[in-house]
């Protein structure tokens, strides 16, 4: 079953008192509407949980509202030292020599290397196979 588009703020304290309305008498249209988002929402983690893709980063996605708060805000409003802003690439795109990144992957071919000695090593299995032929 697919979760309702609209996202209701419902905590805990909130769904305990709905539980002890509703044990006493009818529940308003409100209140229904409060219980009948948590059984969905309940049944579709249950459902995600089952599958066997779902990770629990995905499930934390799903649960916890991602943060925005920055550090340097937090620190602010703390009170407290805020570190210095990281440097950032000159705003003409133009980067230092040191940190420019050369092309390519790392590694070097056998033509890089010519003042190596080629050492020729056969493997057993060929030569069976080459004297076969033979």
Do not use: W
């Amino acid at each position: 079953m697919k979760p309702a588009s609209q996202v209701i703020d419902v905590n805990f304290e909130e769904l305990e008192a709905l539980l002890a309305r509703a044990r006493q008498g009818p529940l308003g249209e409100e209140d229904y509407g409060k219980l009948e988002a948590a059984i969905h929402t309940l049944n579709y983690l249950i459902n995600l949980i089952g599958e066997k893709e779902t990770t629990i980063s995905r499930l934390r996605a799903l649960l916890v509202k991602p943060s925005t708060e920055k550090t340097r805000k937090v620190l602010e409003q703390a009170g407290l030292p805020t570190p210095p802003p990281r440097s950032s690439p000159p705003p003409n795109g133009n980067e230092s020599d040191s940190q420019k990144k050369k092309p390519g992957h790392g590694r070097n071919g056998a033509e890089a290397y010519r003042s190596a000695q080629r050492i020729k090593v056969v493997h057993a299995c060929l030569l069976r196979v080459l004297a076969a032929a033979v």
